[in-house]
């Protein structure tokens, strides 16, 4: 996938939609989003109301960026798990088939080991549908890239124009 950005198609954005919603519900979160690793938002689930989304995808992106920065200076490809826990939220983030990054935002109702198992098995999930996406785009480049630009001019478009 181009880092340029991301190709969203109807059938996967649904099944994305429809993912988020599962992990939503079965962690017990107050908001569940996903972001690109440009920090633009894919998707998001729950308590969205008064949430700045927008800088909040933005943020997630750079901390994420900031810490596969400290992961280098220590060895490591990267760190795919983030956890921050507060007063009242708590924010679990993870990096998902290294395209995107999902996050949970939960409170006391829920708890980080619940929160983990859930991400888990979605984590998979969305990694099956971020490959279909990939395949699609890459097949889509290959129709393009195999079709000549002049496949659709005839001989006799070639007479008029030199004729």
Same mark, same amino acid.
């Given at each position: 996938?181009?880092? $340029?950005?991301?190709?969203?198609? &109807?059938?996967?954005?649904?099944?994305?939609?429809?993912?988020?919603?599962?992990?939503?519900?079965?962690? /017990?979160?107050?908001?569940?989003?996903?972001?690109?690793? /440009?920090?633009?938002?894919?998707? !998001?689930?729950?308590? @969205?109301?008064?949430?700045?989304?927008?800088?909040?995808?933005? *943020? @997630?992106?750079?901390?994420?960026?900031?810490?596969?920065?400290?992961?280098?200076? *220590?060895?490591? %490809?990267?760190?795919?798990?983030?956890?921050?826990?507060?007063? %009242?939220?708590?924010?679990?983030? $993870?990096?998902?088939?290294?395209?995107?990054?999902?996050?949970?935002?939960?409170?006391?109702?829920?708890? *980080?080991?619940?929160?983990?198992?859930?991400? %888990?098995?979605?984590?998979? @999930?969305?990694?099956?549908?971020?490959?279909?996406?990939?395949?699609?785009? &890459? %097949?889509?480049?290959?129709?393009? /890239?195999?079709? !000549?630009?002049?496949?659709?001019?005839?001989?006799?478009?070639?007479?008029?124009?030199?004729?």
């Amino acid at each position: 996938m181009a880092d $340029s950005g991301l190709v969203m198609y &109807e059938e996967e954005f649904k099944q994305i939609d429809a993912e988020l919603s599962k992990l939503h519900q079965l962690a /017990n979160a107050k908001v569940t989003f996903l972001v690109d690793k /440009n920090g633009q938002l894919i998707a !998001s689930v729950g308590e @969205t109301q008064n949430l700045d989304t927008t800088s909040l995808a933005s *943020l @997630t992106a750079g901390n994420i960026a900031a810490t596969g920065g400290m992961a280098k200076l *220590l060895g490591e %490809k990267e760190f795919s798990i983030l956890f921050h826990e507060g007063e %009242k939220d708590n924010v679990h983030i $993870s990096l998902v088939g290294e395209r995107v990054i999902l996050v949970v935002v939960f409170d006391q109702r829920s708890s *980080l080991g619940l929160v983990r198992l859930r991400v %888990k098995k979605s984590s998979e @999930t969305f990694a099956q549908i971020f490959s279909k996406i990939v395949a699609k785009v &890459e %097949k889509e480049k290959e129709t393009k /890239n195999t079709r !000549s630009p002049f496949a659709e001019i005839t001989e006799d478009d070639i007479d008029r124009l030199f004729g």
